[in-house]
């Protein structure tokens, strides 16, 4: 009889047993989905943070040609030749179509008026040094509209810069009402409808 030979407790003629990889081969395949995972997040935020400004100054721009069309059907109301009379009415009106689509996205009131001061204020702050008469070089009456429009982008980003978690999500609720977060729906209590009496008289859960 032939024995078999042994090599520090392996038999000769089996093939030795691979060691496990561990958790080291499992983290190097995570980490990269990981990183993918919130790359692709951030991208998204962005990307709806960027609709987001759009749709409003869309929704703005309807509201400028509503002011211009109420002028040639009313015509100029009395004072309009004021500087701030003529940018303060169609601030807004700019502002009432722009808070009526936030409003339409799930945004409160508050959201509305707030965003319609970042929009107002940096709007009429040219226009005032301009009817003021304060030197500014390059602050004339013609080139005001452009300014002010600019001035407005530019403090309704900085807004939204600012709450960047409320502006960069596609959703904000229904109606002005935010919808929960899930880490807060899980820990909310459930609702049970109440019992209806069975054939029996007894009650019993629907």
Known sequence: MKRSKH???IQSGEPPASAP?????????????EAARRSGGRLAMSWHFVCHLLAMVIAMMV???LFGLALWVF???PGYSNLLVEYGLMGAFMAVTM?????????SWWDGGEMSVAMLVPMLAPVALVELGVAVPGFTEGSLMLISHVAMIGGMVALMLYRFERYAHASHGRHGQEAPSPALTSVMPKRRRPSLPDADGYPHPR
């Open 63 to 65: 509201g400028m040609g």
């Open 7 to 9: 090599t520090h407790g």
């Open 21 to 33: 990889m561990g958790d080291t081969g499992q983290s190097m395949n995570t980490a990269p989905s």
């Open 75 to 77: 015509g100029e109301p």
């Open 99 to 107: 808070v009526g689509w936030m409003r339409f996205r799930g945004h």
